[in-house]
């Protein structure tokens, strides 16, 4: 009885064990065991495709995308499903389904229908294949409006678990709401058209200073299917506000003339892309025309860096000024239109009371924040943007999940679906939170990148052609009606995110600004047209302060020590020749010191001061030192005269130093010696008796010289005398005598040549010109 007893009670045992599968060898299973620890599955799946992304009544919902074997064992009897879970009734869920959107392990529901999968005999490890499966919305079973996930599950089998099981998932989401909602969401979505810094200070001496720009980037990302390039065409046809850093317009202006890039070692190269510059410009402002435009200050300024790390060197916020001040004239004169210079759009919308204070001293009154900074407690939905925060500034706070679901990597189709399909969904979410109607700011990275246009353009136009929400501007939605319940409370710095901070621009960025403000300030003042100085150097000013510098610091440091270092060069065209050692002999002398200007335009409100170090021996103009206003032409040299006077011999260190008006240095100073020799009356003497000698000797000579001319005319008259009384020659009786002109006798060939040339000794005439 006890065997028996015991044998049955082995029986179950015995068949459990009969029933489990055997176990996989642990080689063979390793990396899908791995994968199944970590939630993903050994396939990964890929929706390449969802249409329409928000489906209504009687549309059919097409899915397409592959599948990937990531594993090492074939898998057999495979099949894609759709399955729909349940709706999602909050943002944060939304953002939970996003964050496992690939855990095998929490597969929901069940598959929409046999007929709606696709099957395949088998994938093979590393081997994708492409599916598309199409579903009727009524088949969906989507009851009330609201966001619905969306699962798209490859299930089969392996040799080591040859069961049916989900394999591979992806989850996205499937916004429903078929009719117009009641109160439509009101959302504007920012289109910046932002780059980084390009262009120096630098420009060639011609009339139409051709720029020189700091690299040739820009023309890649206008051209076609370049960055800015897709922004713009994309943009065009969109309901948004436009966002536009008004140096990116200049630099591109710029390029539509002459302009000249780097070349090779320090040479450069004239730029060719002219035409692609029009092109660009031209579709510019063909976009815009008739929509909204927000102008940044000029160079976009990093509105975080100078409020943390600027605002203690003096001139900083001048600056910023200074860029606000020149972005409307710059818009409107490219673009044809007024933009409004009433927003200011710090780093990621991050803002503490130093930021906010630095964004309103230009004169910005609304400051563009996000809902990650501006962090609701106590409220279940999300309020409208603005948010009064004092002073009359208005906080505009954009919703940080709509603003960053486009950020990361869009190049591949999935990516970007995926990213569609979660703004749409948290779009709706929030739009039914509450009946009330409210108006929700997008602002998104700064400069996206194609890919990232496309996705967010494609959103969009699903988004304005959609039932749920409809578009506005940025300066309506500054205006809406805030509500009263939302925060309005500025965060305080201590909760300023240190990612951001990290990556701010130094203090020094700021003080080299200041110092090489502060040299253009002294060169400026002698300059007869300083628009062709301080323009240029100004806008590199306003660059070097952009936030495109940020994450930056090596490239960032080159461009701020390349402009100082440009205006150093063009202050040292002005400048003093240096001298030798002068000798002066007397007791009063002129000294010239020459004033050189390489320069293509005048100078002007310069001093020159001459100073003796040692007045007691030499003195300039009577007095230790002198000064006389120097003005010189470009291109051109000037020699100013000082007038000196010795009290005593020897040596003399003289320090010619250029002012400028207001008694500031300008450039190096140039010291010399002057060696004083007195000239003593006994020297004065011997020189006054050489030149009397000098004198008589040449008297003596010139009287010596008239009595032989004398003598030798009486000669002449003696021989002439003998020859009128000696016989005709008869060969010559018939001709006719010579007669006399008056002058002397004819000359004859064997008459001596005169030892001068004869004189009119009579005056010259008034018009009478003389050669020298």
């Known amino acids: 009885m006890r065997r028996t007893g015991a044998l049955l009670a082995g029986v179950p045992l015995l068949t459990g064990l009969v029933q489990l599968p055997a176990a996989p060898p642990a080689d063979a299973a390793g990396a899908d065991a791995t994968q199944a620890a970590s939630g993903a599955g050994s396939v990964s799946v890929s929706v390449d495709t969802l249409t329409p992304a928000a489906p209504t009544e009687d549309d059919t919902v097409t899915v397409s995308g592959t599948v990937t074997n990531k594993g090492k064992q074939t898998v057999t009897d495979a099949h894609v499903g759709l399955r729909v879970g349940l709706l999602l009734d909050t943002r944060s869920g939304i953002d939970s389904v996003a964050k496992n959107s690939t855990d095998v392990q929490n597969v929901f529901g069940s598959e929409v229908g046999d007929k709606y999968a696709e099957e395949f005999d088998k994938l093979t490890p590393g081997i994708s294949q492409p599916f598309s499966i199409s579903v009727p919305v009524d088949e969906l079973d989507l009851g009330q409006d609201g966001v619905y996930q969306l699962a798209v599950a490859l299930s089969g089998e392996t040799s080591a678990q040859p069961w049916p099981q989900t394999l591979g998932v992806q989850r996205t989401f499937l916004p429903w709401q078929p009719d117009d909602a009641g109160k439509k969401t009101k959302t504007t979505f920012m289109w910046p058209l932002v780059s980084t810094s390009h262009m120096t200070a630098e420009t060639r001496s011609d009339e139409q200073q051709t720029p020189v720009f700091h690299d040739d980037d820009l023309a890649k990302e206008i051209s076609p299917g370049g960055r800015l390039d897709r922004m713009v065409a994309l943009g065009k046809d969109l309901d948004v506000t436009w966002v536009i850093d008004p140096d990116l317009l200049a630099s591109v202006e710029a390029m539509t003339d002459r302009y000249e890039v780097p070349g090779e070692g320090d040479d450069t190269v004239v730029g060719g892309h002219q035409a692609v510059a029009k092109q660009w410009l031209t579709q510019v402002q063909e976009a815009v025309a008739d929509k909204e435009v927000v102008a940044l200050p000029f160079g976009d300024p990093d509105l975080a860096s100078l409020a943390h790390n600027g605002t203690s060197v003096s001139g900083s916020l001048s600056h910023l000024k200074e860029a606000t001040d020149v972005a409307a004239g710059t818009v409107e004169a490219i673009l044809h239109v007024k933009p409004s210079t009433d927003f200011a759009w710090p780093v990621d919308g991050a803002v503490d009371p130093s930021i906010v204070k630095v964004a309103t001293s230009a004169g910005a009154d609304k400051v563009i924040a996000r809902s990650d900074t501006f962090e609701e407690t106590g409220l279940s939905y999300t309020p409208s943007a603005p948010r009064p925060i004092g002073g009359g500034t208005t906080a505009v706070v954009a919703d940080a999940r709509l603003s960053t679901v486009f950020q990361g990597d869009m190049t591949k189709a999935s990516a970007s679906t995926l990213a569609v399909q979660r703004f749409l969904a948290q779009s709706l979410a929030l739009g039914l939170q509450t009946g009330k109607q409210r108006s929700v700011v997008v602002a998104p990275q700064r400069t996206p990148s194609a890919s990232q246009a496309r996705a967010m353009a494609e959103a969009l136009t699903i988004l304005q052609d959609g039932t749920w929400s409809e578009p506005q501007g940025l300066v309506a939605a500054a205006k809406a009606q805030p509500d ?45 047209d300083q628009s062709r100085v301080v323009t240029p150097f100004g806008r590199a000013l306003n660059r070097e302060m952009s936030v495109s510098w940020r994450g930056r610091q090596s490239e960032a440091a080159i461009y701020r020590s390349g402009v100082e270092a440009y205006l150093d060069t063009l202050i040292g065209q002005v400048r003093l020749i240096d001298k030798s050692e002068t000798k002066l002999s007397g007791r009063s002398a002129t000294i010239p010191v020459t004033v050189q200007n390489n320069l293509v335009q005048g100078v002007e409100h310069l001093v020159l001061r001459l100073t003796s170090t040692n007045p007691t021996r030499l003195e300039i103009d009577g007095d230790a030192y002198t000064e006389q206003p120097v003005a010189v032409s470009g291109g051109h040299s000037q020699s100013v005269k000082f007038t000196t006077s010795a009290n005593a011999n020897g040596r003399a260190t003289v320090v010619a130093q250029l002012y400028t008006q207001d008694g500031q240095k300008y450039g190096e100073p140039v010291t010399f010696d002057v060696k004083v020799t007195e000239i003593t009356a006994t020297v004065m003497l011997v020189i006054g008796g050489g030149v009397l000698l000098l004198v008589l000797a040449g008297f003596r000579m010139y009287t010596q010289r008239k009595r032989a001319a004398a003598r030798e005319a009486r000669e002449r008259d003696h021989e002439a005398d003998e020859d009128a009384d000696a016989p005709q020659n008869p060969e010559t009786a018939g001709e006719r005598p010579t007669q006399d002109s008056g002058a002397g006798d004819p000359e004859q060939p064997s008459d001596p040549a005169p030892d001068t040339a004869p004189e009119n000794a009579g005056p010259s005439g008034t018009g009478e010109r003389v050669d020298r």
């Open 484 to 528: 009263p319940a939302a925060t309005t409370k500025v965060p305080p710095a201590s909760a300023y995110p240190s990612s951001l901070r990290k990556h701010e621009l130094p203090r020094t960025t700021f003080e080299q600004i200041a110092r090489t403000q502060a040299k253009l300030d002294k060169f400026k003042v002698i300059l007869s």
